[in-house]
């Protein structure tokens, strides 16, 4: 005889455990503190097994019966509904870590490990959760093209395009990890190719005429604020390193009995470790700020907090401060500066300045034959550079471009 709701909900603790009795094997087990577990029991393999359905009220009567049935379909098959259940809990498991924001800090921990600089992680970090509302509960082989473009064009809407761009690569890349660990397989991100908007390429200002490069240095010789800054400023031309990896330059990265410094790989955007040589001109400026940051990791420390490195804005702030607005001049274009006036001197190879500049060959057969760093170039080279931009500091004698606001080293030229 079946069991019915009402002779459940009244099943009631003894002195001893009991069973009540349903059909096909399922019976509610009452212990004696009157707790109601479901469970069945079945033969396998000539041998008797008992499987557990889960606690009454939480498992209703119907819902064991259910239970019951999916067993007794899996032993009619052949299969031990016990091992059933076992796999798909473990199954439940794996789907529960498949998601793709689990996947996707798996990931970044792997490029952690790896050496990934702190502000490229911190930027993937920062691009992948655009994506977790839409995608990161989400299991990572579930996703689709479509679901993925949600995610972009939200980014879109909002008239970021490179942004969007970029976090369809970082998503693709997530895919493509859970494809190898097999969690996936496909990346859907490479069906969205042509699918976005694609942004007008705008190149970082910087000023290569050669006047007013000299107006430039007269006003950084003039910057009245923070003397860190300061320093940094004037460094800036003379090494043309990339923004980032000038502010978060740290005093073992330098050798002065050499007048070098080694930009360790972890740093560089190419994961390559780039030595730039330094001129008498940088080595006397770096000899200058030692006085004040010689004690601390960075060479140029952030103000008032002396274990973090100059925040990334802060260069950018101060050409606005002397007048440089964001269209005439950025701490980038220090290496836009650079690579133009040295191209234009016609005086060395070209492949040198890429070197210097931190560039790879991006040409396969040309990157094959291009072994040599040019380092006795580079080091001239560097030599030169800083003596001409010596010369250019004094020779100026006109304003070329436009700025925000006037300042008055500049309107006296």
């Not at 009245?224 to 990265?253: C, D, I, K, M, N």
Request: charged share 30%.
């Amino acid at each position: 005889m079946s069991l019915s709701a009402m002779a459940v909900t009244k099943a009631k603790g003894k002195d001893r455990a009991y069973k009540l009795a349903d059909a096909n094997g399922l019976f509610l087990y009452v212990t004696p503190e009157g707790r109601r577990y479901w469970r069945m029991n079945y033969r396998f393999d000539g041998k008797q097994r008992t499987l557990s359905f889960g606690v009454f009220p939480e498992v209703s009567l119907a819902d064991a019966r259910g239970k019951r049935d999916t067993a007794r379909k899996a032993l009619a098959e052949g299969n031990d509904p016990g091992i059933v259940k076992k796999r798909a809990a473990i199954q439940a498991k794996m789907d529960a870590s498949n998601t793709f924001k689990i996947v996707a800090e798996e990931w970044l921990d792997k490029a952690k490990r790896e050496g990934r600089a702190e502000v490229t992680l911190g930027k993937l970090s920062w691009l992948l959760g655009l994506a977790y509302p839409k995608i990161g509960d989400l299991k990572v082989n579930d996703i689709t093209a479509p679901e993925l473009l949600a995610v972009l064009r939200a980014v879109e809407k909002r008239g970021h395009y490179e942004t969007a761009r970029r976090l369809r690569s970082t998503c693709g890349q997530v895919f493509r990890y859970a494809i190898a660990i097999g969690l996936a397989k496909r990346d859907p991100s490479s069906d969205l190719r042509g699918a976005l908007i694609v942004p007008k390429v705008t190149h970082r200002a910087a000023i290569i005429d050669p006047k007013t490069v000299g107006v430039l240095l007269r006003a950084i010789d003039s910057y009245s604020g923070y003397a860190v800054t300061h320093a940094a400023l004037r460094l800036a031309p003379h090494v043309f390193a990339r923004p980032g990896e000038l502010r978060q330059a740290e005093w073992r990265e330098f050798d002065f009995e050499k007048a070098l410094w080694t930009i360790p790989a972890e740093k560089t955007k190419m994961r390559n470790a780039h030595r730039v040589p330094l001129s008498r001109q940088a080595l006397a400026i770096i000899h200058e700020i030692r006085a004040l940051t010689g004690n601390f990791k960075y060479v140029f420390p952030a103000q008032g907090k002396r274990d973090r490195p100059m925040c990334e804005n802060t260069i950018n702030y101060a050409l606005r401060r002397m007048g440089f607005d964001s269209s005439t001049m950025t701490a980038h274009g220090f290496r836009a500066m650079a690579s133009t006036l040295l191209n234009e001197m016609s005086k060395w190879n070209p492949d040198a300045i890429e070197r210097q500049l931190g560039h790879a060959e991006l040409d396969d057969v040309r990157r094959a034959y291009a072994r040599g760093s040019h380092w006795d170039e580079r080091v001239l080279m560097m030599q030169e550079w800083s003596d001409h931009l010596d010369q250019l500091r004094v020779g100026a004698k006109i304003i070329v471009g436009k700025f925000r606001k006037p300042v008055n080293a500049l309107a006296a030229e």
